[in-house]
């Protein structure tokens, strides 16, 4: 766990000695700016566990900075909001939390499609009539996005991401938020 804070205090730490230069350029492409980024998202989970399939979702909050139009580091950080029921025992996310590496394949649209890497912890609750156990594990991530620009400096963002696959459970997310450039 504490190598986990270790790489997203050194994302952060990394995203803002990138805002602190002063040569970049903030409009270097019109879909592909530099500098700092902050937004929120939604994620319609799915686990996939054996004979389980449960859908539940949870908000996230992410920081991050462009170090340049085509690589970007971020944090992200997130709790459950809606649990699924199958066959008598409520899933849901607990929180999650990672550190990320984005490639942007920045040009002059207002659509940036951009590929993520990263690390994912993610702590998950079932529970039923006789109890409830909870589980926290970490694995490699990846996904596909888009981020589109609505104004100078809000962009939408759609991405579907692998947050976990090991032991024959996997957890997939489809998110939908908000991007608040700096």
Not at 14 to 31: E, N
Not at 42 to 70: C, H, M, Q, R, W
């Amino acid at each position: 766990m504490t190598t986990t804070r270790s790489l997203v205090f050194g994302l952060v730490s990394l995203a803002g000695a990138v805002a602190a230069t002063p040569t970049m350029a903030q409009d270097m492409y019109k879909s592909g700016g530099t500098g700092l980024y902050g937004g929120l998202n939604y994620t319609f989970f799915n686990l996939d566990e054996g004979s389980a399939d449960a859908d539940f979702g949870a908000l996230s909050g992410k920081i991050g900075g462009l170090v340049s139009p085509y690589f970007g580091l971020e944090a992200r950080a997130g709790f459950g909001v809606d649990d699924d029921t199958v066959g008598g025992i409520d899933f849901s996310v607990d929180n999650f939390f990672g550190g990320y590496a984005t490639l942007n394949l920045a040009n002059e649209s207002p659509a940036t499609p951009y590929v993520i890497l990263g690390f994912t912890r993610i702590e998950l609750e079932a529970e039923g009539p006789f109890g409830s156990v909870t589980d926290d594990d970490s694995d490699l991530s990846y996904g596909l996005g888009v981020n589109i620009e609505m104004a100078p400096q809000l962009s939408g963002n759609l991405e579907y991401m692998r947050y976990y696959d090991k032991d024959g459970t996997t957890i997939d997310g489809l998110g939908l938020g908000a991007t608040f450039h700096f």
